[in-house]
């Protein structure tokens, strides 16, 4: 399991389920300097981490991270690239690539495990949303698996949520009543809301997360505070955790709040395959 902390600036490795014994751990910066948002393990060992506070998607060798001692930050990258508002990244070993998303863009990098560097980024602009009746940028948060479809990518935004299909899937858009709307849709066999219970689940602001279980077919999802509808100024976690299955019709849809003051970003399964 890697964790991530974006005040501190540390980054992670730890072995799972066991939860004892240490793997690998860096500083690479606090918030002032790299604000990290989300982090990754290779297959190679390294670790790649998304900052937004530097607008950078980077990686860091396996071989310097101290565990019982973590460099004092910001440690050097392996490889690096600018992303605006990197906050995500997630790699496909099918490909061998690095995906990312940002404030304005999903992109695509090849990763090359002999050197750990990054190749040239293919750029997927966000479909942007509407605010008060004026088109502006998504701004991405999230980006997972869709377990059960290795064609598909989970992308959480400011704006909702939808899933983008790598391969591109024509007739996969099938509108939204929220985002994204036809208009704002430039390459429609890419951003599908072709999937399940979609208007149960694409219904929410400032998403922070969304996944899917393998297993029973939940997809999980958190958001800032206030994006439920309560009178409460939105920051950055919440104490809720929504739950919405898969059903084509009449799709169930769960809040749980575990305690008043718990405080969530991203909530993930715990799942061992991309597949």
Known sequence: MVVADGNSGFVGVIP???????????????????????AELLEDGNVAVASSESGTVAVYARATGDPTSPTSGPAKPLSSQPLEQAHEVLYDPSTKSLWA??????????????TGTLGDAETFPLPQQISKGVPTEAWGHDLEPVYGNPDRLWVGANAGIVQFSKAGSPGCYKGSARWPLADQVTLTDRWCTDYPSEAALNVQPLVKSIGNDPVSGQRLTTCADGCEGANATPSYTT?????????????????????DQSQHYPARWMVPSYQ
């Open 16 to 38: 799972y389920p066991s939860l004892s014994g240490d793997k690998w751990a860096y500083n690479v910066g606090n918030a002032d300097v790299t604000n990290v948002h989300g």
């Open 101 to 114: 998303v940002g404030g304005r863009a999903l992109v695509r990098s090849p990763y090359d495990t002999a």
């Open 239 to 259: 104490s809720w955790l929504r739950f919405v299955t898969a059903a084509e019709k009449d799709p169930v849809t769960l809040l749980t709040r575990w305690w």
